[in-house]
């Protein structure tokens, strides 16, 4: 049986040193984002956490009376994770988008200085 290859240069293919290492540039580089960055961060968390809170209400107040209230509850608690989880998706995806936009900006630079 041969062995699955694995691709050179992910994240889970340092050793503990050069991980903590590319944390740390990692946790440093998002420590200097600037003003406006950081503020469309926040109420971008801000607001998947309300929505998560709205889909919690909504899931409480229409299941009714036939449903247990531990169930209710239950319901309440996974729908409202999921804004956690578009905070954790939702976040490094907007980070990623800055990032492109900022080399897209360079590359065009780049290409009328060479002209």
């Given at each position: 049986?041969?062995?699955?290859?694995?691709?050179?240069?992910?994240?889970?293919?340092y050793?503990?040193?050069?991980?903590?290492?590319?944390?740390?540039?990692?946790?440093?580089?998002?420590?200097?984002?600037?003003?406006?960055?950081?503020?469309a961060?926040?109420?971008?968390?801000?607001?998947?956490?309300?929505?998560?809170?709205?889909?919690?209400?909504?899931?409480?107040?229409?299941?009714?009376?036939?449903?247990?209230?531990?169930?209710?509850?239950?319901?309440?608690?996974?729908?409202?994770?999921?804004?956690?989880?578009?905070?954790?998706?939702?976040?490094?995806?907007?980070?990623?988008?800055?990032?492109?936009?900022?080399?897209?900006?360079?590359?065009?630079?780049?290409?009328?200085?060479?002209?």
């Amino acid at each position: 049986m041969q062995e699955p290859e694995v691709e050179a240069g992910r994240f889970e293919d340092y050793l503990p040193p050069e991980m903590a290492r590319k944390g740390e540039e990692t946790g440093i580089r998002k420590a200097n984002l600037n003003f406006i960055s950081m503020f469309a961060l926040a109420v971008l968390a801000g607001a998947f956490i309300s929505l998560g809170a709205v889909f919690a209400t909504v899931a409480l107040t229409t299941v009714g009376a036939e449903v247990p209230w531990g169930w209710t509850r239950l319901v309440a608690g996974l729908v409202f994770s999921l804004g956690l989880i578009l905070v954790i998706v939702g976040i490094p995806v907007f980070y990623l988008w800055k990032r492109h936009s900022d080399r897209m900006k360079q590359y065009q630079q780049n290409n009328l200085n060479s002209m």
